[in-house]
């Protein structure tokens, strides 16, 4: 079992900046990727970002991708979503996930995230 817990969310001005953390505790030296999803009011939850657990390798969205930065620190069992030049498009419940699975071709398939946080509301004000 792993549990995630999500934090950092909250109101922002368009063009600010948040950082989320999302807390791992339990099995996680099984974790082999984390992923950042969101999901605005009626919309389907899309995919943000993923890192995997070990080597730090990073894939986003094309809609975040550079405004957007996933990492941990030190190894740690916190993973972060710097976010930088927040549009009003990027209002959304943030959930973090992770993936058991070594060999996951497809990371921004909901379906491969085998654990879920409880998601963090970002705000963003035009």
């Known amino acids: 079992q792993v549990q995630l817990v999500e934090s950092g969310g909250g109101l922002v001005q368009a063009g600010g900046s948040l950082r989320l953390s999302c807390a791992a505790s339990?099995?996680?030296?099984?974790?082999?990727?984390a992923g950042w999803f969101r999901q605005a009011p009626g919309k389907e939850r899309e995919f943000v970002a993923r890192?995997?657990?070990?080597?730090?390798?990073?894939d986003y969205a094309d809609s975040v991708k550079g405004r957007f930065t996933v990492f941990r620190e030190d190894a740690g069992n916190t993973v972060f979503l710097q976010m930088n030049s927040l549009k009003p498009d990027d209002a959304a419940v943030y959930y973090c996930?992770?993936?058991?699975?070594?060999?996951?071709?497809?990371?921004?398939?909901?379906?491969?995230?085998?654990?879920w946080g409880q998601g963090t509301q970002v705000i963003v004000s035009s």
């Open positions: 339990g099995r996680t030296f099984s974790i082999y990727h």
């Open positions: 996930a992770a993936d058991m699975k070594p060999y996951t071709i497809d990371g921004h398939n909901i379906a491969n995230y085998d654990y």
């Open positions: 890192i995997t657990w070990s080597g730090g390798s990073t």
